[in-house]
């Protein structure tokens, strides 16, 4: 760089407020200009829905940064209301419109960086554009909404989509005092999970007051004297749209710029373009799953700051590299989390990657004999020919990010199941247990690989399977599966001869321990046994 090096990054918040402050702290000599085209460039967009339910009342907690202070602090020159409508790529000038008054201006640059974003879905349906339908992407879709509730005194409101806007809205309709009917599309919500992992979640909605009506797409929304009808069905005072988004590409397909296959930028591991004067970043391009090893969207904040910080390194000269995602998440609805890292079995099987087994486990998040223990609900999946951990789903109230994290820093590293049970994790009865749930999903699925502990799901039992309940009486007789024969565990030694030989005996219990002792037992008295993983709390979930 013997000249001062001359960026135009487009679009700010997460990817483009990062890379333009992390350009100016390895080069202070770079002409940096952030063009945005709404008011504010560098602002809390996951806070949005709180800010809407009152959970955060004040709208400029949301505000992270301003065109002065990044002028003030990086003599950076951020222009908000001006849009880059289009690129001369052979010039190297983009074409800028001030949308405050409709002048349009060249602009030259040596380096340029995309960070446009995703916008909300928003299907060619009937009623959309209706007063009283919002989407929640800006600060201003909020102020939008909450003058909406305020003007009609809205009590009711439909929330379109299951995903983390759509969960987080529904949540703060309901501190608002609104009824909510969430209409969901597919057969659960949080569609990237499992769906026997989502099941905890779609009773908890319920019970704080949310009606799902799943497999129910929506198909429009009419005018109905005064109110919204949705669906010609459902009345409400408001809609709001969650249905998921799209990258913004526009103006790098104008440009000539290559799409990817799922249709956000193509970038290599630099985050160059195919123009290599162009990077990109963000929620606006395809980025590899680093397990399934498949390209994808994925639509976070914590990546889309990684690739400023690396795109500022690129353009600075430095080596850097995007090493890929791994979709570490999470949501929390009212006080339970749902959340994941790596791949799920539906990701795994759209990859075509079938050598993997799976265990679940529903431990307390601390040790049961102090108060306040909280069950959680576990799901890991890893590969069965070394045991490299593939993915990780949570559930529960207390806990969820802890276990997700530790695990997600695992996969990073190529971690196996077998370092996983010699995790190294604090203990203090009220933070977890000196064998902690993590180190126990580590020893089931160990176990497994060691030859220990055959494992069976319940949603792969083989037709007119031998079920085996080492329950307690009283628990077989509130629930129990079709057709399976009861053998508390403490009995079972002195019960074999009622058990086939020659037979598989599928074994359950409520949520794997017992069934794993009963398996030990068996296989060492000549028994073919299997231990259901996560026993019938996780059956409870499948239904």
Same mark, same amino acid.
């Given at each position: 760089?013997?000249?001062?090096?001359?960026?135009?990054?487009?679009?700010?918040?997460?990817?483009?407020?990062?890379?333009?402050?992390?350009?100016?702290?390895?080069?202070?000599?770079?002409?940096?200009?952030?063009?945005?085209?709404?008011?504010?460039?560098?602002?809390?967009?996951?806070?949005? &829905?709180?800010?809407?339910?009152? @959970?955060? +009342?004040?709208? =400029?907690? %949301?505000?992270?940064?301003?065109? /002065? !202070?990044?002028?003030?602090?990086?003599?950076?020159?951020?222009?908000?209301?001006?849009?880059?409508?289009?690129?001369?790529?052979?010039?190297?000038?983009?074409?800028?419109?001030?949308?405050?008054?409709?002048?349009?201006?060249?602009?030259?640059?040596?380096?340029?960086?995309?960070?446009?974003?995703?916008?909300?879905?928003?299907?060619?349906?009937?009623?959309?554009?209706?007063?009283?339908?919002?989407?929640?992407?800006?600060?201003?879709?909020?102020?939008?909404?909450?003058?909406?509730?305020?003007?009609?005194?809205?009590?009711?409101?439909?929330?379109?989509?299951?995903?983390?806007?759509?969960?987080?809205?529904?949540?703060?309709?309901?501190?608002?005092?609104?009824?909510?009917?969430?209409?969901?599309?597919?057969?659960?919500?949080?569609? &990237?999970?499992?769906?026997?992992? @989502?099941? +905890?979640?779609? =009773?908890? %909605?319920?019970?704080?007051?949310? /009606? !799902?009506?799943?497999?129910?797409?929506?198909?429009?929304?009419?005018?109905?004297?005064?109110?919204?009808?949705?669906?010609?069905?459902?009345?409400?005072?408001?809609?709001?749209?969650?249905?998921?988004?799209?990258?913004?590409?526009?103006?790098?397909?104008?440009?000539?710029?290559?799409?990817?296959?799922?249709?956000?930028?193509?970038?290599?591991?630099?985050?160059?373009?195919?123009?290599?004067?162009?990077?990109?970043?963000?929620?606006?391009?395809?980025?590899?799953?680093?397990?399934?090893?498949?390209?994808?969207?994925?639509?976070?904040?914590?990546?889309?700051?990684?690739?400023?910080?690396?795109?500022?390194?690129?353009?600075?000269?430095?080596?850097?590299?995007?090493?890929?995602?791994?979709?570490?998440?999470?949501?929390?609805?009212?006080?339970?989390?749902?959340?994941?890292?790596?791949?799920?079995?539906?990701? %795994?099987?759209?990859?075509?990657?079938?050598?993997?087994?799976?265990?679940?486990?529903?431990?307390?998040?601390?040790?049961?004999?102090?108060?306040?223990?909280?069950?959680?609900?576990?799901?890991?999946?890893?590969?069965?020919?070394?045991?490299?951990?593939?993915?990780?789903?949570?559930?529960?109230?207390?806990?969820?990010?802890?276990?997700?994290?530790?695990?997600?820093?695992?996969?990073?590293?190529?971690?196996?199941?077998?370092?996983?049970?010699?995790?190294?994790?604090?203990?203090?009865?009220?933070?977890?247990?000196?064998?902690?749930?993590?180190?126990?999903?580590?020893?089931?699925?160990?176990?497994?690989?060691?030859?220990?502990?055959?494992?069976?799901?319940?949603?792969?039992?083989?037709?007119?399977?031998?079920?085996?309940?080492?329950?307690?009486?009283?628990?077989?007789?509130?629930?129990?599966?079709?057709?399976?024969?009861?053998?508390?565990?403490?009995?079972?030694?002195?019960?074999?001869?009622?058990?086939?030989?020659?037979?598989?005996?599928?074994?359950?219990?409520?949520?794997?321990?017992?069934?794993?002792?009963?398996?030990?037992?068996?296989?060492?008295?000549?028994?073919?046994?299997?231990?259901?993983?996560?026993?019938?709390?996780?059956?409870?979930?499948?239904?």
């Amino acid at each position: 760089m013997k000249k001062p090096l001359k960026t135009i990054i487009v679009g700010g918040v997460a990817g483009g407020a990062s890379c333009a402050a992390r350009l100016r702290r390895l080069n202070e000599h770079a002409s940096i200009t952030v063009y945005d085209r709404g008011p504010f460039v560098s602002f809390a967009n996951c806070g949005l &829905p709180y800010h809407v339910g009152g @959970v955060i +009342p004040n709208e =400029a907690s %949301l505000l992270l940064a301003s065109p /002065q !202070l990044f002028h003030d602090r990086f003599r950076i020159d951020v222009r908000v209301h001006h849009e880059v409508v289009s690129i001369q790529r052979e010039a190297k000038t983009v074409t800028v419109r001030n949308l405050l008054t409709g002048t349009e201006f060249e602009d030259a640059y040596d380096v340029l960086v995309l960070s446009p974003g995703a916008a909300p879905l928003k299907p060619e349906l009937p009623g959309l554009d209706l007063p009283g339908v919002f989407t929640v992407r800006t600060i201003p879709d909020t102020r939008e909404i909450r003058g909406w509730i305020d003007k009609t005194n809205a009590k009711h409101a439909v929330v379109a989509g299951g995903g983390f806007i759509g969960l987080e809205m529904a949540e703060n309709l309901r501190h608002l005092g609104l009824e909510v009917i969430l209409v969901q599309s597919g057969p659960q919500v949080m569609m &990237p999970m499992d769906k026997e992992m @989502v099941a +905890p979640l779609h =009773a908890h %909605l319920e019970q704080h007051g949310v /009606q !799902l009506r799943l497999n129910t797409a929506l198909t429009g929304v009419a005018q109905s004297g005064g109110k919204l009808r949705v669906n010609d069905a459902i009345e409400t005072d408001l809609v709001i749209l969650g249905l998921g988004v799209r990258p913004e590409t526009s103006l790098a397909k104008a440009a000539g710029l290559r799409i990817g296959q799922r249709g956000g930028i193509a970038v290599d591991a630099h985050l160059r373009t195919s123009d290599p004067s162009i990077l990109a970043i963000g929620d606006a391009v395809e980025v590899r799953d680093v397990i399934t090893g498949t390209n994808m969207l994925l639509a976070l904040a914590g990546p889309a700051n990684r690739q400023g910080r690396i795109a500022a390194d690129v353009i600075a000269g430095r080596d850097s590299a995007f090493r890929g995602v791994q979709g570490t998440a999470i949501c929390g609805v009212f006080d339970l989390a749902v959340a994941q890292t790596g791949a799920t079995e539906k990701s %795994l099987r759209r990859a075509g990657i079938t050598e993997y087994e799976k265990v679940y486990l529903h431990p307390k998040h601390h040790v049961g004999y102090y108060p306040g223990a909280q069950t959680l609900h576990l799901k890991l999946l890893f590969a069965k020919q070394d045991g490299r951990i593939l993915g990780m789903q949570a559930v529960g109230t207390t806990d969820v990010a802890r276990k997700i994290d530790v695990v997600s820093a695992l996969i990073q590293k190529g971690g196996t199941v077998f370092d996983l049970e010699e995790a190294e994790l604090c203990y203090a009865p009220q933070f977890g247990a000196a064998k902690d749930a993590l180190n126990y999903a580590g020893f089931i699925a160990a176990n497994h690989l060691r030859g220990d502990l055959p494992l069976a799901h319940w949603d792969a039992l083989p037709e007119g399977a031998f079920l085996l309940d080492v329950r307690d009486e009283d628990e077989f007789a509130d629930s129990h599966a079709a057709g399976a024969v009861n053998i508390p565990l403490p009995q079972l030694r002195d019960r074999l001869t009622e058990l086939p030989r020659g037979k598989t005996l599928h074994v359950y219990c409520g949520v794997g321990q017992r069934a794993y002792y009963a398996v030990r037992l068996l296989t060492q008295h000549g028994f073919d046994a299997h231990d259901i993983s996560g026993g019938w709390t996780t059956a409870e979930m499948m239904k």
